[in-house]
């Protein structure tokens, strides 16, 4: 059973373009909702997260806009950058231990 | 910032051997936990521990797995007999709180494990 659907699995953006990566889950209990970013040959680094008693939640060129009732939630990198070439997952907590992780996404960020 | 430490950094072993991958979580967190990525792959949960116990544990982490802390800085993964379904990249992350209270996690880099 995937508990979250992570989509695309891959994107090519131009730089200073918009990317767009999109996160479904199925249970309502998950509470956290944070995004990792991994760069080759390192571990994932937490980006930004959200709880779900917010719409959005905005960190620089990085938003997350989370709509609970239709139990999806998304990450927005806005004047996307060649830095910010990297897979992307998200994840889902709640009640647990453990995150729960996405397939990521692989984003290239095109000069 | 703080980081979390993984050693080796690649390890290859002949399936049915032990191997014990090593790590040393940031020095004032409380909560260590093993994820792994197979290739390609998204990355799962294998264990967290607290309080020099398990507090939970993936269907992977079988009685092939365990997990020790040996002194007050090193955070082991043991598997007792590799399968070449166990090559991955073996993730350590520690936090200063149980991530079941929403902190961040830290991720070292982790230990490319190859099972031939």
């Known amino acids: 059973q995937q508990q979250v659907k992570q989509s695309p699995q891959s994107l090519i953006v131009q730089k200073g373009g918009i990317s767009i990566i999109n996160c479904a889950y199925e249970?309502?209990?998950?509470?956290?909702f944070p995004w990792y970013q991994q760069f080759p040959g390192k571990g994932p680094a937490l980006l930004i997260a959200?709880?779900?008693?917010?719409s959005e939640k905005k960190e620089g060129r990085f938003t997350i806009s989370f709509n609970k009732s239709a139990k999806q939630f998304s990450l927005h990198i806005m004047d996307s950058q060649p830095g910010d070439s990297a897979t992307y997952f998200c994840?889902?907590?709640?009640?647990?231990?453990?995150?729960?992780f996405g397939k990521g996404t692989k984003l290239t960020v095109n000069p | 910032e703080p980081e979390v430490t993984q050693t080796p950094s690649h390890q290859v072993t002949q399936m049915g051997q032990e191997v014990i991958l090593r790590c040393v979580p940031i020095?004032?967190?409380?909560?260590f936990y093993w994820y792994r990525q197979i290739l390609g792959q998204k990355v799962e949960f294998l264990v967290s521990?607290?309080?020099?116990?398990?507090?939970?544990k993936s269907e992977i982490f079988d009685d092939q797995f365990s997990v020790e802390r040996p002194d007050g800085s090193n955070f082991t993964l043991k598997i007792r007999s590799t399968k070449l379904e166990d090559s991955a990249m073996y993730f350590c992350?520690?936090?200063?709180?149980?991530?079941?209270?929403?902190?961040?996690?830290?991720f070292g880099s982790g230990t490319q494990l190859s099972v031939l």
């Open positions: 992350a520690s936090s200063g709180a149980g991530a079941g209270i929403n902190e961040k996690l830290f």
């Open positions: 249970n309502t209990a998950f509470d956290y």
């Open positions: 959200i709880r779900p008693d917010v």
């Open positions: 994840a889902v907590q709640g009640g647990s231990e453990k995150l729960v």
């Open positions: 020095s004032n967190h409380l909560y």
């Open positions: 521990f607290y309080n020099n116990e398990i507090s939970e």
